[in-house]
């Protein structure tokens, strides 16, 4: 059996302002109108063009 420990404060801080830098980047995207579709799209395309 495996077990292991760690400080899951340490663990979720980085995961949580990663969120939240998303979330404020979504709503800056929404109030201008923007539609993050084609972004998401444009994301999985990205790596076709040597872009990794």
């Known amino acids: 059996m495996i077990t292991a420990s760690a400080a ?5 801080q980085p995961l949580i ?3 939240a ?3 404020k980047a979504r709503a800056v995207m929404t109030a201008r ?7 998401r799209k444009a994301g999985l ?4 063009f040597g872009g990794e």
């Not at 899951?8 to 979720?12: D, K, V």
């Open 8 to 12: 899951s404060g340490a663990l979720a």
């Open 17 to 19: 302002e990663r969120a």
């Open 21 to 23: 830098a998303l979330a």
């Open 33 to 39: 109108g923007r539609d993050a579709r084609k972004w």
């Open 45 to 48: 395309l990205w790596p076709l």
